[in-house]
């Protein structure tokens, strides 16, 4: 039995597609690419699939992780580039490992996200993220399957620092957050709601965002990649807010 980790991409319109729909996807590739799966025991075996930290739906991802078990040996580059042409369009494989030891959910404890905040001014986007980083305590709300729950999203922002885009002919700011996993797990929007929470800040339009890296945190708050943990761990930018 051969166990592979594999990094994905979720692009395009298929970011407002929810976890389940896209691990069925998942599944009907893996069957039309020929893919010799292990199956679970039991009276409704499954395909032996391990998801690692699902991105929300209506987040895009350049860097989602799944770890699928084979009966059969194969070559990981191989079996990605058929993979990938067996997926629908915006659900990209990227890259495919044989695992190591351990657990690949053991390699991840942070997220890079880069967050689109059209019709904010940079200033204005820089402002309310220095207000994120001096609080203490940044509390929001949201609903979860037990209710509405309070949640304290700044012990889980690790670093941020903006930057500037041209959109459509007009200056748009970009927020770059790392965010440390935490339960529950502090969202994209959950950001967004902080600053408005601590800096009044309310963009005009919905705001879009990107998972750009997922992997165990160092000190400096860099994320190693998961699929090669010897490699050196990526290093920050020269934050302009820590």
């Known amino acids: ?16 597609t929810s ?14 690419a020929g893919v010799p799966m292990a199956f679970s025991q039991g009276f409704n075996p499954h395909p032996k699939i391990s998801w690692i930290g699902a991105a929300p739906t209506g987040a895009a991802s350049e860097a989602e992780y799944v770890e699928i078990q084979l009966v059969e040996k194969r070559d990981p580059a191989t079996l990605a580039t058929e993979l990938d042409k067996a997926m629908p369009p915006g659900l990209d494989v990227l890259e495919a490992v044989e695992a190591g030891p ?8 942070g997220s890079r996200w880069e967050i689109e905040v059209p019709g904010v001014a ?8 220095e207000a994120l ?3 203490e305590v940044a509390e929001v709300e949201r609903l979860t399957k037990g209710g509405m729950r309070t949640i304290n999203v700044r012990p889980a922002v690790v670093r941020a620092r903006t930057r500037e885009v041209s959109a459509a002919g007009e200056p748009c700011g970009i927020l770059e957050v790392v965010v440390r996993q935490t339960t529950p797990a502090v969202r994209p929007d959950d950001v967004l709601s902080a600053l408005r929470v601590v800096a009044g800040l309310e963009p005009p339009v919905p705001a879009k965002a990107t998972r750009m890296a997922q992997g165990r945190l160092d000190d400096g708050g860099g994320i190693a990649d998961p699929l090669a943990p010897d490699r050196v761990p990526e290093s920050p930018r020269d934050d302009v807010h820590s």
């Open 1 to 16: 039995m051969q166990k592979l980790r594999l990094r994905y991409a979720k692009r395009g319109r298929l970011r407002f």
């Open 19 to 32: 976890h389940r729909d896209i691990a069925r996807a998942f599944e009907r590739a893996l069957r039309r």
């Open 133 to 135: 980083l001096a609080a």
């Open 102 to 109: 351990g657990s690949l959910a053991d390699r991840v404890d």
């Open 122 to 129: 940079p200033a204005t986007l820089t402002a309310a993220v």
